[in-house]
């Protein structure tokens, strides 16, 4: 048809324009509706009880007098819920614990009551006996062969991957590419360390909460924050042992997810409190009980060698990486093979070796975390190559530049770069921090301060798993989208709508966006993996062409010439080019589909992501790994500069100044990819100098926002300069790539390296708290 | 839980001395957050926002008076408090956010003596007195006297903090709250609260005290003596820090180790002085 020629026309000017936010003013006047804000007719309130041990087994629980409360109607425990064990890549956990506990905070019965109060009160009156056993909370003791063993029955859960032999391992993968044994030889500079990364708690502004309710015929609907309906649905209707075809999953307004509400949050135990009442049930998490029973990112060691030559070639890298994936495996059988693909950065290493495990431990369940497995070990690839740098006497950015990824070499494992952009990148943020000067020692530091400058490069990717959209004409020539996609706070309703009206030539508020509704919306894997413009904004533009040319088609006929003849005139008018007369508003076409010839015009587009290419089996040994990292997505690069000033009395760090370059193939709303920029920044801020979920002996000692420090406004630096690379992929709508967790790789090595051009000290274990700079600071000294 | 306004101070005692779980609820800012906590369970809250004798700032001859129900945020911004009062007035400038300074007041962050609040050191530097009235009468208790230990003053059961009372004297002294914490609007872990005043290069009076360095504002009167006199040279006012640095009693916690609070003491006192210089 007219595709080729309507692609060749220019981009609408609404694909880069920053139009604000669709949702923005309901946001702003307190009007949006949140899950929390929902309430149904007769609804209960529930909560949880969170175990008291890491690891214990239940002897009994005895909910006798929490039943008896008035105000009660229904307390559940293990016992009560049917063994329908779900996880993603390994089935491994259960709804409430059954006669063992796993973590400090691992949920063990539930109750709903006709108020929130009731219901708390009932979880003091529910009287529990265990048997202490000892935790696990160190992630290499995890491996060790007297261990206590956490899941005495982990192979026999169902599991999509093969499991190591180590009785505490959930995955273990090793790649490895070159020869990494005998290139140590051919290295003048060789650096060795060992980088401790912490677990970060994703702080969405809305804690974890879901209304479910069942319906005569026992259909479940739920309303939920999730990052994913059709994840939600799928597994709440595996806990609940009923068809997808019983449970639907609506998102309101989310308040955030960063990969904490990817696949199941409250959901199922919410549905199962429905269930067992016959009523409504909201259950939303207060802030305590969301960090402690909720999820994380992965904390860990990473041991890494890297050897170089003298003229700044790199040579060779060891990399063995232990991540913390706590009680439950959730998304850790993707997370720490996502790290080891990662480890290699975005440059030349042809001997390479790595191996990446993810460990049961007595702590919080890790998952997704903006970044997965890469910003750990990106922390530590991006501060090794600072001190190679050192020694070797070079500059760290043109060490960098001299080893980036050119478009003709391959990613690790053999991998087809798209787009080589890592170059531009380094020089772009080169050039606008202005490096040099500083580097050298540019401005004077505040009295009592010293001043440092440091960056990082690195990649990411930018695609995943499967995305649907259905664009409708509706009868006035306006239109409606329903592709599924939950926005969690990102923007990606905006971007969606500004997809359509750009390829259609409509006004903003000429299209609808559909919330996500699993009853009437097409499949959408989630929001995840930076893929909602390109995966999923690649289906809505291709159903907006599809009625494009539906459009095209009854407009030919209509005005008696070629479709090749036709073309989109801004607010819904289909004409004859050159032929300023010769046109149809879109009402016109839906009239004649609707009731006279064609039937009603929807657009329709499904597809999955699927890489050019695997990992090469020939090039490299691959040992171990699940789907991930073999296809998950296109590449994405970028490099970041951090301008910082260290307190030589506290140790204490203040980032000044951040400019970060990303590679964003199109920007389809300009201040929308800045704001994902400066959000990522400014939330890695948080991983690289003050957040940590700290443990005693297993039990959580900091599960509030006043003891867990995220940083505020006045902690940011004054000026985050995102500096945007516009080099369209062919594979995207409009040519544009997801940039929301790349943001996120660099901020933590790029602070720690200018800490160390500060200072001269090497933090080698994030958050870089002012005490650990101030040791660091001593022991530089002392070794002086 | 009862909820009860009384709109005189009189009746408000009344009403605390016949329960013995009766709270006073000022702005709310920490006993609301208790409440939620399940940490405390009251079972009356008497209201003092109707008390008018409790609320703002005067100025009466040799004092600055502060009542006990004054916010944060007009504490804060009230060019009144120079001179000694000015330390006081920097430590309500820093406290926790807007917000908080919005609904929080002095009265209720001092009875609640979290020795990590920016108060309590800030009035021990600027030798406050903290007026107690009770069903007898009012009495005048010393900041240094009143801070004990953690969460505990030496208010009784049946009194109401009526009052903070600031001196003006001595005129010509500068104050600083010099707080250091992980982010901005965190506890400190580490506050030196300062009261100096300088003479033709001499330092003619100086008062200080360290806040989130023990159970309660760690307050020297050696160090005081040590200062007053002196050039205020580094060799002084690193023997300063180093008897505070010895008299500090720090916990361990998230904000940081003892050992490490304690080894900031004499850097950051350095700074507080050279601020004020």
Redesign the interface.
Known sequence: MSTNMAENQQINPIIGASVPRIEGPEKATGRAVYTDDITRPGMLHAALLGSHYPHARILSIDTSRAKALPGVKAVLTGADLPLNYIGMFIKDQLPLARDKVCYSGEPVAAVAAVDLATARQALRLIEMEYEELEPVTDVEEALEPDAPVIHEKRDEYPTMYELPEEPNAICFTEFMEGDPNTAWDKCDAIVEDEYLVPAQYHMYMEPSSTVAEVDGSGKVTLWSSTQGVARSQMYTALALGLPMSKVRVIAPRIGGGFGGKCEFTNQPITALLAQATGRPVKLTFSREDDMTMMKRRHGGKIYMKTGAKKDGTLVARDCRIILDGGAYADESPEVSPVAAFFSQGPYRIPNMRVEAWSVYTNLSRASAFRGFGNPQATFASESQLDDLADQLGMDPLELRLNNALEQDDKFFCGKTIEKATMRACLEKVRDASGWAAKRSGGRPAAPGKKRGIGMAGMSHISGLAGAGANVLLNEDGSVTLNCGAVDIGQGSDTIFTQIVAGALALDMDQVNFAAPDTDSSPYQFQTSASRNTYTIGRAVKKASDDVRDQIYRHAGEILECDTNDLELRQGGVVGVKGVPDAALPFIAIAGRALWQEGGPIMGTHNWLYTPQDRMDPKRMLLRGFALMPDGIGIFTFGAQVAEVEVDEVTGQVEVLEYWAAHDVGKAINKTSVEGQIEGGIVQMLGYALTEEMLWDNGRMINPTMMDYKIPGMADAPYKIHSLLIEEAEESAPFGAKGVGEICAVGPAPAIANAIKNAVGARVAQIPATPERVLTAMQSADDAD | MKYIEPASLPEALEILSADDEARCLAGGATLVAMLNADLVEPSTLIGLRRIDELAGISVSGDHIRIGATTTHAQIAGDDRLTGNAAVVRDAARQIA?SAIRNMGTIGGAVCHADPNADFPGALVAANAVLEAAGQSGRRQIPADEFFLDYLETSLEEDEILSAVMVPVEPVGARGRHLK?S??????A?ISISLVLAINSGACSHARVAVGSAGPAPVHLAEVDALLTGSDLSGETIKQAGQKLMEAADPVDD?R??AE?RR??IP??L??AV?ELR
């Open positions: 956010h250091f992980r982010t901005h609007g965190d506890y872990t998230v940081g180790s490490y080894m900031i850097g950051l350095q700074r050279d």
